[in-house]
């Protein structure tokens, strides 16, 4: 055999070697954003199952505003969508009625000072403290998986694969400018 023909076969090997090394990347960088939604999607669960009990609580008290009842009912249905957009929304939108809720406990006095009501309030900032770690691992994993399918040369495999972005798990603009504008006060 000639050089050159060793020197091909070479070239082929190796080029069929970063293929698979580069497939086999993709593959566990889409297991890992799996697995960093799923602990998302776990504290979205708990969360509704959290929220659930605040409900009940919150209807034992007659004059507790229906509305508000209402909003974190249809709000924590959304928590447990299988659709990772409307889970996002409906957190961010719980996420802005915390303190409405607080802020209406304290027009009742029986309820404001309700252990179990106190301990699911304290739940619910627990969850909303892991999802918002769980969400920064989740985003800095989808963006080096998108950064890994968009470069060169890991786009040529990545276009093979048919592999699309990711989405990253963003705060809404209207939640963003809540957050700007609140106030202790509103607290």
């Known amino acids: 055999m000639s050089i050159l023909v060793i020197g091909f076969v070479v070239v082929i090997i190796a080029l069929l070697i970063w293929v698979i090394v ?23 669960k708990r969360k509704a199952n959290i929220l659930q009990n605040l409900v ?8 507790f505003e229906s509305g508000v009842l209402k ?3 249809e709000a924590r249905s959304g928590l447990t969508s299988s659709d990772h957009t409307e889970a996002m929304k409906a957190n961010d939108h719980l996420t802005k009625l915390m303190p ?32 918002a770690y769980a969400r920064t ?26 592999l699309q972005a990711e989405p990253l798990f963003e705060v809404s603009e209207e939640t963003r400018t809540d957050a700007d504008n609140m106030r202790i006060s509103q607290l």
């Open 137 to 162: 691992r989740y985003n800095a994993t989808v963006a080096r998986y998108n950064m890994d399918i968009q470069v060169i040369p890991g786009c040529i495999v990545a276009s093979q694969m048919k």
């Open 22 to 44: 580069t497939y086999n990347k993709f593959k566990r960088e889409k297991v890992a954003i799996q697995e960093s939604w799923s602990t998302i999607d776990v504290q979205l």
């Open 100 to 131: 409405t809720i607080q802020a209406t406990a304290e027009s009742y006095p029986a309820l404001g000072t309700n252990a179990s009501f106190l301990q699911m309030m304290a739940d619910i900032r627990d969850c909303e403290d892991k999802v």
């Open 71 to 73: 909003e974190i009912t």
């Open 56 to 63: 009940d609580t919150l209807k034992m008290q007659m004059n």
